[in-house]
């Protein structure tokens, strides 16, 4: 027992410095040789399993509040304890009198962004003095045809140390792939980047290494980069989430890779709903809260593709999460870098290669193809740790 608790002494130690700005990343961050010794002491018993887990939920409420005590004039929680715009809330089919019915309750529109032909993303400010949680629930109780929320903020499932040694192709015919994280660095060939934070683009770690594995496993393919942090106190917000994947659907990018996590969002949901009908394949890291953790967003919502990330041993790393939202299994270990972040883009590029355009039909076919392909691990036939399998890379 006292390597496992010095184990979670370096893993609070090492959480509870600042993060960087909005993009927090893997509850377990790692040093070399860490992920190891974790996955070790998780199989020594099944109570040092329980301590780990709760070590990787206790390392992400502290992070969470870490966040909310540097950027609280701009941040704040909601009932749960998820970090949210202060003040700020989303709605998706708010007609014109309900726009005018906010406005003058002292709403206002702080923007608005056409997701598709058909609906629009309002973004609102609650009145001064009116609470965020209050501003929520009168307009949900004034419009009961419009879909309204919080504006959460989404982290990143993995940690990113370095983004060299990827193989990249000189084409560029390959496939294209849509991804939605932090801004691409000059490492990594994009086909167009574009900033959904902030007005341009900033470079990250966590997005570069995906795009990076992304390049690796499609050589030549098209990445459509989508920078919802830049570097601002409320990076990663679904209200940049939403309008990236709009973005992303207008350029007619069939497979999107989020290696994401944030709470449900009723916005967000109804967004991914929409793409996902017309033949869109989003693609989520199911998060690294631990294997009794709570469902984590987008990869939990409907007809979205989780995937988990395993070792180099087909080991399941032992902070991925479980559940009915887990499709497939990849290599989750890059170098330096773990979490099922690493894991989705490997299974975002297989599919991309089998889905050039959107389609509900091919979609479908394209996920059955990938059912087919997949190395069953675990309990045989699809289960809960693995899905329906390991998805190779290149």
């Known amino acids: 027992m006292t ?31 860490v992920g190891e010794v974790v996955n070790q002491a998780g199989q020594q018993a099944g109570q040092i399993g329980s301590d780990v887990e709760r070590s990787l939920q206790d390392v992400r409420r502290l992070q969470v509040r870490e966040l909310l005590r540097e950027h609280r004039r701009e941040l704040e929680a909601d009932p749960q304890g998820a970090p949210i715009v202060r003040s700020q809330i989303l709605a998706l089919g708010m007609s014109d009198a309900a726009i005018a019915a906010a406005r003058a309750q002292g709403f206002d529109v702080v923007r608005s962004d056409a997701i598709d032909a058909e609906t629009s993303m309002v973004t609102l400010r609650a009145p001064a003095g009116m609470s965020t949680r209050r501003a929520l629930r009168r307009l949900r109780e004034a419009d009961s045809q419009g879909v309204y929320d919080f504006d959460h903020l989404h982290l990143e499932s993995g940690v990113g140390l370095d983004v060299v040694g990827f193989a990249q192709s000189g084409a560029s015919n390959g496939p294209r792939i849509g991804l939605v994280d932090s801004g691409v660095n000059s490492s990594v060939r994009v086909a167009e980047q574009r900033g959904f934070a902030t007005e341009r683009p900033v470079a990250g770690e966590h997005g570069s290494t995906i795009a990076g594995l992304i390049s690796s496993a499609a050589p030549g393919a098209r990445i459509y980069a989508a920078d919802i942090y830049g570097g601002a106190p409320t990076g990663g917000a679904s209200s940049a989430l939403a309008r990236a994947l709009g973005w992303l659907a207008a350029e ?34 199911v998060g690294n809260d631990g294997p009794a953790a709570a469902p984590l967003f987008p990869a939990s919502y409907d007809g979205v593709v989780g995937v988990t990330g395993v070792d180099a041993r087909d080991r399941v790393l032992v902070e991925a999460g479980r559940g009915a939202q887990v499709d497939f299994a990849a290599v989750g270990v890059q170098g330096r870098a773990r979490g099922t972040s690493y894991a989705a883009p490997i299974v975002a590029a297989r599919l991309a290669a089998r889905l050039p355009a959107p389609g509900a039909s091919a979609a479908q076919n394209a996920i059955n193809a990938m059912r087919s392909d997949a190395r069953d691990l675990g309990a045989r036939g699809r289960d809960d740790v693995y899905g329906y399998g390991l998805i190779s890379g290149p």
């Open 3 to 33: 390597r496992v608790f010095a184990l979670l002494f370096l893993v609070l130690a090492l959480s509870a410095a600042p993060a960087a700005r909005a993009q927090l990343g893997l509850p377990v961050p790692q040093v070399p040789g």
């Open 252 to 285: 007619n990018v069939a497979v999107i890779n989020v290696s994401l996590v944030g709470p449900r969002n009723r916005v967000v949901e109804a967004v991914v709903a929409r793409l996902v009908a017309r033949g869109f394949v989003i693609v989520a890291a």
